[in-house]
């Protein structure tokens, strides 16, 4: 029994100073691949001295606090945990029987986060010198590594002590920050150093913003009356035209008591057509120049003339329908 502790702690202490620690990102799976040449009678895995899971070729036993959260090969002795958290940084001991033999292994894990974005900073100690302060937020900070690098120059650490030559210097310096698994970049611009000069670009842009949205808040404005007023013409309009139409059927109803069924006279139709034609003349005289009011006052002397011409007609047809008649009745006398 003396001489199987021996080993145990010989074979440890072998182990820790010579195993390097793993890293593990929170949430990955932790995977313990043991390099055994036999087949273990009995293992047992252990984590900070507190059971892990302890098993046979036959059957094992799993501590609750690691329930539903491991796999086990009872050949191998691999073991895998799920779902890293930061409690499962530590050592992890395997304790093997084999051919009646202890043997052991150490594994030293620790689980860490992703970097973060680093922040940049500013701090001027005079008109030209400032000092740049890198800074992320992590909860393992011994582990972090943050460089600075410029052009033709690199430097470690979290300050950087640069030169500004004035408010427009455009040199751009680089933070890099890292831990074993990850690393995040952030750049800074020398002229950023200056906060009034981006106070007041940052408000030049806002006014010119401002300004932008006026001139198109106005646009639209001036737009939509535009459209209200051609709305409102077109309305004038059409209500002008539905009175005008009125007067035609007004007089086509005196006419047709004053005809009292007879068949419509061509002198009849032919000052229906002229005052369809008068109508449609006034119609366009209100939408449009003084022309068409020109137009107007021709059509109507030709109205006019047009009437003077029917009666002369009219007159030259009673005369010869009268002649006839006295011509027939003396024919009738004679015979």
């Keep these: 029994m003396t001489q199987q502790v021996l080993v145990y702690f010989m074979t440890s202490l072998i182990l820790v100073s010579a195993e390097d620690v793993k890293y593990f990102l929170k949430g990955q799976d932790i995977h313990f691949m043991p390099s055994i040449s036999e087949r273990p009678i009995e293992s047992i895995w252990v984590h900070n001295e507190n059971e892990v899971v302890w098993f046979t070729g036959a059957e094992e036993d799993v501590a609750s ?10 050949v191998s002795a691999e073991l895998t945990i799920k779902n890293a958290t930061y409690e499962d940084s530590g050592d ?8 009646n033999e202890l043997a052991t292994l150490l594994y030293r ?14 701090e001027m100690s005079d008109t030209k010198q400032a000092t740049l302060v890198c ?8 582990l972090l590594k943050l460089k600075w690098s410029s ?20 040199q ?45 808040c106005c646009c639209i404005l001036f737009r939509k009356c535009q459209r209200l007023k051609v ?8 209500s002008f035209l539905d009175q005008v139409l009125t007067l035609p059927s007004n007089h086509n109803k005196k006419r047709k008591k004053r005809n009292s069924g007879l068949n419509v006279s061509t002198e009849d139709k032919e000052m229906d057509s002229e005052g369809a034609m008068l109508l449609t003349a006034s119609v366009h005289a209100r939408t449009s ?44 006398i004679t015979n």
């Excluded at 992890?92 to 029987?97: A, D, I, K, Q």
């Excluded at 894990?109 to 500013?122: A, L, Y």
């Excluded at 052009?151 to 455009?170: A, F, M, S, Y």
């Design 65 to 74: 606090s690691y329930k539903n959260r491991i796999t086990l090969d009872r």
């Design 92 to 99: 992890y001991l395997l304790e093997m029987n084999i051919n």
């Design 109 to 122: 894990i620790e689980v860490i986060d992703k970097v973060s974005k680093p922040n940049i900073s500013c």
């Design 135 to 142: 800074s992320t937020e992590s909860k393992h900070p011994h």
């Design 151 to 170: 052009p033709g120059k690199e430097q470690t650490g979290p300050n950087l002590t640069i030169t500004v030559r004035n408010e427009d210097d455009d």
């Design 172 to 216: 751009v310096y680089r933070c890099d920050v890292s831990n074993p698994l990850t690393n995040e970049t952030a750049s800074f611009t020398a002229k950023d150093c200056f906060p009034g000069k981006r106070s007041e670009d940052r408000r030049i842009v806002i006014l010119n913003c401002t300004f932008i949205l006026v001139i198109i």
């Design 231 to 238: 709305s409102k013409k077109r309305d004038e309009n059409t």
């Design 289 to 332: 120049s003084s022309p068409i009011s020109h137009n107007i006052t021709e059509l109507s002397g030709s109205r006019r003339r047009s009437n003077s011409w029917s009666g002369i007609i009219s007159t030259h047809e009673r005369n010869v329908h009268l002649k006839k008649k006295n011509d027939f009745s003396e024919r009738i």
